[in-house]
């Protein structure tokens, strides 16, 4: 289906998640108007694409601190652009893999206290086959919940840690190079300590509530007995995985993807041997609240 706003239209790519915008040519100037077109349906679809952008680096940037501040990640474990600090160089092949070589279900930078608003991720160089992304919207996967269910995980809290899935517990290889992998981990870890963040989060701009646990960061929940938490996370996880809840994108060189990282969680899939340069902007975000 097909939901026209004023000045642009945006094609539903699953009932739940995505949706393609054309006709905008993000290059040139747009008008306040369709910006605020733009920022509404990346809230509504979690997740929009624009095809066929040809973006300098300059203009991947300026149009992206239209929706905030763009987010220093000097510890995020991904390569600056030397030219461009804003811009993560996201460059990987066969024989240099993502440090998690399989991707774990997350929400970026859920460890920290103010998680990212969310993320232009342009695409460079494209492989000729896989590399695709998955988001999931957990205000999907929240309001399939039973109504006991939303009761019982309603005012819980959890942990996240953003080094969980780049330490020891994912890649035991940390404990081979004499302890100076997990030296590293340790200095990073008391810089950013796990954040604390409700169970159930409302969305600042829909006022909608989505399932804020991932499978990559989140530890505990800080009310249940371990064994409760782990029981009932491991069922959170999977229901997150719902198909029903995802839009699956299949990357073009100079496909621009906006998502709204306060309300889905996404998968990058490494399936692919040849050359993907992806570069990557992200906006700073709020606390999250229930
Ligand atoms: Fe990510």
Not at 21 to 30: A, F, K, T
Not at 50 to 76: C, N, Y
Not at 229 to 238: K, P, V
Not at 247 to 254: L, V
């Amino acid at each position: 289906m097909t939901i026209k706003y004023e000045t642009i239209d945006v094609l539903e790519m699953t009932p739940k998640c995505g949706g393609f915008i054309e006709g905008v040519d993000l290059s040139q100037d747009i008008s306040n108007q369709q910006f605020k077109e733009i920022y509404n349906a990346v809230v509504d679809r979690v997740v929009v694409i624009f095809r066929g952008q040809k973006l300098t680096p300059k203009q991947h940037i300026s149009f992206s601190k239209k929706f905030g501040k763009t987010q220093a990640s000097a510890v995020s474990g991904f390569e600056k652009n030397t030219d461009y600090p804003e811009i993560d160089n996201l460059a990987y092949d066969a024989d240099n893999p993502p440090h998690v070589t399989r991707d774990l279900w997350h929400t970026d930078f859920a460890g920290r206290e103010k998680p990212t608003w969310g993320t232009l991720l342009y695409a460079r160089e494209i492989p000729p086959e896989g590399g695709d992304t998955i988001w999931v919207n957990n205000v999907a996967a929240y309001e399939a919940l039973s109504d006991r269910m939303k009761q019982h995980i309603d005012g819980l809290t959890a942990y996240h840690d953003s080094y969980r899935p780049y330490g020891e517990t994912i890649r035991p290889e940390m404990w081979e190079d004499g302890g100076e992998s997990l030296g590293r981990l340790k200095t990073e870890r008391s810089i950013y300590r796990p954040a604390l963040h409700p169970v159930v989060r409302t969305h600042p701009d829909s006022g909608k509530k989505g399932l804020f646990v991932n499978e990559s960061m989140t530890t505990k929940i800080k009310e249940l007995d371990f064994r409760e938490s782990d029981y009932l996370l491991r069922f959170l996880f999977d229901h997150l995985r719902t198909p029903e809840f995802q839009y699956r994108h299949k990357w073009e060189a100079d496909d621009l993807a906006i998502w709204d990282n306060r309300t889905s969680l996404h998968y990058a899939l490494f399936d692919y041997d040849q050359y993907r340069l992806m570069h990557r902007i992200v906006i700073e975000g709020d606390v999250p609240y229930q």
